[in-house]
Every structure is written in C-alpha cells, then in structure tokens.
C-alpha cells in the first residue's frame, strides 16, 4: 500500500518470512473456510486485531482503524493494504494465529519534498517497475 512517499508499506522477503507467512495464510484459511472462529463483539475498539476479510483471498489478520455503524475500515497488518468490511465478516484471532510479529512495515522517504502529487506518481512508477 502507498499513501505518499512519506507514507507506503514493505514487506521483507526472505525465504523465512515469506514461508512464515505463508504457512500462517494456509492455515487461517482452513480454520475460517471451516466456519470457525467467533464473531467479534461489540467489545471491538479502534486497534483491535481481527481477522478479516480480504476481496476473495480469505481472512486476514487486521487492526481495526476506523468504525461506522456497521462498517469496520481495517488495516492489513501482513500486506499493508487497508480496507472496509461489514462489521458482520469479522472474527477473532486465536492465539495460535497472534505469534508471527506483523509482516508489513510502515515506511517512508526522509528528505523528499512532495510536490501537488508529482512526487507520488513518480514512486509509483519506481515501485511498480
């Protein structure tokens, strides 16, 4: 995910981290493609780790960043992305799912000046190359 260049989020990729990972998906999916996993409570504030969904890519582990009635904005502490769920999908996170510390890590480029967006669209060209 990249907000700004003062604002974008990375993953380290090494054999143990990525596997790691992976291994955690794998298994987050059978235990909530198996309907497990409770329903989160109303006791949910803003920071609370949930596991929710991600477009069709089963559940991941967020934190709760923003509530509306019954619409929950997350952020997708493994991948960096955000999103916005029905308060409904989300469920609890197991211990077994809380060992592995968050994958994505927030960064930023100290020193650039923004410029009316420029600057942004710049990044994203490097980024995606």
């Known amino acids: 995910e990249v907000t700004d260049v ?16 992976e291994k955690l998906m794998d298994c987050m999916d059978l235990f909530y493609n198996m ?3 409770e329903q989160c409570t109303d ?7 949930v596991a929710a969904p991600y477009c069709q890519e089963g559940y991941h582990r967020a934190k709760v960043t923003s509530m509306v009635q019954d619409t929950v904005g997350v952020s997708y502490i493994d991948f960096g992305t955000v999103g916005v769920v029905g308060k409904d999908q989300l469920r609890k996170v197991p211990e077994m799912f809380r060992a592995l510390p968050s994958q994505a890590i ?3 480029l100290w020193g650039v000046e923004t410029r009316k967006g420029r600057s942004r669209g710049r990044f994203m060209e490097l980024v995606e190359r």
Request: hydrophobic share 30%; net charge negative.
């Open 106 to 108: 927030e960064c930023c």
């Open 35 to 37: 309907e497990e996993g």
């Open 43 to 49: 006791q949910m504030t803003h920071g609370s780790l």
């Open 6 to 21: 003062d604002r974008f989020w990375i993953n380290v990729r090494t054999t143990d981290t990525l596997g790691a990972r």
